[in-house]
């Protein structure tokens, strides 16, 4: 059973940084595809960023494209996401997910795509 803990949450300013982690627990963290959500009170999740199984491979939400960073370390079994310029609207809770141990379509943005979450980290950005 795979399980998925994230840390790295917290109240920042706005314009500030915060990183992410997210740690698998089992030895197959390369099979699966990997990606963060998030969801902000009173709308749905959404997916903010993925990482393909390799690293080499990202995907980007628009409203995150060049202020957030998704990578992974392999020998870690972690994903990151660094987030940079943080606005208000940036506010949510950020979950951690695995998408399709194999095959599935790039990049994975539906959330039937991911079969483990973790159980969310609460990032807040004051104005």
């Known amino acids: 059973q795979v399980q998925l803990v994230e840390s790295g949450g917290g109240l920042v300013q706005a314009g500030g940084s915060l990183r992410l982690s997210c740690a698998h627990s089992?030895?197959?963290?390369?099979?699966?595809?990997m990606g963060w959500f998030r969801q902000a009170p009173g709308k749905e999740r959404e997916l903010a960023a993925a990482?393909?199984?390799?690293?080499?491979?990202?995907y980007y939400a628009n409203s995150v494209k060049g202020r957030f960073t998704i990578s992974r370390d392999n020998a870690k079994n972690t994903v990151y996401l660094q987030m940079n310029s943080l606005k208000p609207e940036d506010t949510a809770v950020y979950y951690c997910?695995?998408?399709?141990?194999?095959?599935?379509?790039?990049?994975?943005?539906?959330?039937?795509?991911?079969?483990?979450w973790g159980q969310g980290t609460q990032v807040t950005v004051s104005s």
């Open positions: 997910a695995a998408g399709p141990p194999y095959g599935g379509t790039w990049p994975p943005v539906l959330e039937y795509e991911y079969n483990y």
């Open positions: 089992a030895g197959t963290f390369t099979i699966y595809p």
């Open positions: 990482v393909s199984r390799s690293g080499g491979s990202t």
